[in-house]
Structure formats: structure tokens, C-alpha cells
T-cell receptor
Framework: AQRVTQPEKLLSVFKGAPVELKCNYSYSGSPELFWYVQYSRQRLQLLLRHISRESIKGFTADLNKGETSFHLKKPFAQEEDSAMYYC????????????????FGQGTILTVHP | DAGVIQSPRHEVTEMGQEVTLRCKPISGHDYLFWYRQTMMRGLELLIY????????DSGMPEDRFSAKMPNASFSTLKIQPSEPRDSAVYFCASSFRGLAFFGQGTRLTVV
């Protein structure tokens, strides 16, 4: 069974400070990892997926298979980054077949103060 | 495509009443998920379907909850009878090759 852990429920930083939202996972196969963001009272929307290896809104995330982590980072936080962030895992087996079940962590509420 | 569409956006009902939440997934997506979001528990997976077939309903809290997907373009989540502790935001999501898109959610309040 897969599991996603986001150890911090709340994270507060000041504008311009670096921010790191932690995500650890457990899964015996090859996972695909995602970060979703939910702004106040809106739908969840995809922020990043690890296979894309791109930066969105200044955020990056690197999959570390050794540490089973997929931490989300931004060097200079902005007030508009304040939101709920969810890390999610999509499992694949050794043969590359998707199991389909998308498992989310508990989420981290990021608050960026002016 | 208009994305995943959920209705109603808000629902206020009295305890004991039946509640039906509706979802229209994105055309061509082969997975559909129902999630419940609360402050206490975060985002919980209730049930998911693959090609209209229920795959895992272990997250459905009680027999009062049921979900159907009669065809590829429609799914319902029903609560009967509803209770105040069912108050939450219910999200539907559809996915293809692991990439999921969420609806706007239904905010359910049971009084």
C-alpha cells in the first residue's frame, strides 16, 4: 500500500524568504509524484509533476528515491503563494502498469506574511 | 472541455434527509475519484472508479454512503440518511494516465 506524509500541517514564512514544504512517501514500486495547490475556497489544481522537471510559479520539486521524498521549494516566497499544498502519489507496478489510485498527503497550509 | 463539473455547489439539508452529489468527468478520462475534505481529516479518498467500475470503496465511511457511475460521463455520491458529521466539501476528480483534474467541489452542510 502507498502512503504520503506531509509532516507540517502549518507553515508560516515572511515574503521573500525561502520556503520548503516537505513530502515523504512509501511505495514499493515506481511512483509518480505530484504537488497540487488549493487557493482559498477553490478547487485543487496541479502545480507540479516530477516527470516534467519544470518550475511553476517559481516552485520546484525533485524526486529523491533514496530518501523517498518529494519536497516542494521556492527561493523567495510571495504573498500570493499562501494556500493549501497537497503532495500526491500515483502508483505504477514494475511492469509500468498504472494502479490508478491517487493518494494524497494531509496537506500543508502555507501562509506568507508581508 | 469545461473541466470536471460538480453540482450542486452548495447544499444545505436537514439531518435524516437524502443528499445526492453529482459529477461530470472530463471526456476521455478513465478514472473517477470522490474525495471528502474537512479541516480535521484533510482530503480523504472515498471511492474510485476505473472505466465506470468501482475499484476501491474502502474509504466510504458507512453504509449510508453509496456511489454509482452508470456511464463514462456521470457519477453520483449519495448519502442516506445524512448526519451533521457528514458536513464537508466533497470533491470529484477525473484522471487519465495519472494526471487528475478536480471539480469545484460541493459544500455540504447538514443541520
Amino acid at each position: 500500500a502507498q502512503r504520503v506524509t506531509q509532516p507540517e500541517k502549518l507553515l508560516s514564512v515572511f515574503k521573500g524568504a525561502p520556503v520548503e514544504l516537505k513530502c515523504n512517501y512509501s511505495y514499493s514500486g515506481s511512483p509518480e509524484l505530484f504537488w497540487y495547490v488549493q487557493y482559498s475556497r477553490q478547487r485543487l489544481q496541479l502545480l507540479l509533476r516530477h516527470i516534467s522537471r519544470e518550475s511553476i510559479k517559481g516552485f520546484t520539486a525533485d524526486l529523491n528515491k533514496g530518501e523517498t521524498s518529494f519536497h516542494l521549494k521556492k527561493p523567495f516566497a510571495q504573498e500570493e503563494d499562501s494556500a493549501m499544498y497537497y503532495c500526491a502519489l500515483h502508483p505504477y507496478n514494475a511492469g509500468g502498469t498504472s494502479y490508478g489510485k491517487l493518494t494524497f498527503g494531509q496537506g500543508t497550509i502555507l501562509t506568507v506574511h508581508p | 472541455d469545461a473541466g470536471v463539473i460538480q453540482s450542486p455547489r452548495h447544499e444545505v439539508t436537514e439531518m435524516g434527509q437524502e443528499v445526492t452529489l453529482r459529477c461530470k468527468p472530463i471526456s476521455g478520462h478513465d478514472y473517477l475519484f470522490w474525495y471528502r475534505q474537512t479541516m480535521m481529516r484533510g482530503l480523504e479518498l472515498l471511492i474510485y472508479f476505473n472505466n465506470n467500475v468501482p475499484i476501491d470503496d474502502s474509504g466510504m465511511p458507512e453504509d449510508r454512503f453509496s456511489a454509482k457511475m452508470p456511464n463514462a460521463s456521470f457519477s453520483t455520491l449519495k448519502i442516506q440518511p445524512s448526519e451533521p458529521r457528514d458536513s464537508a466539501v466533497y470533491f470529484c476528480a477525473s484522471s487519465f494516465r495519472g494526471l487528475a483534474f478536480f471539480g469545484q467541489g460541493t459544500r455540504l452542510t447538514v443541520v
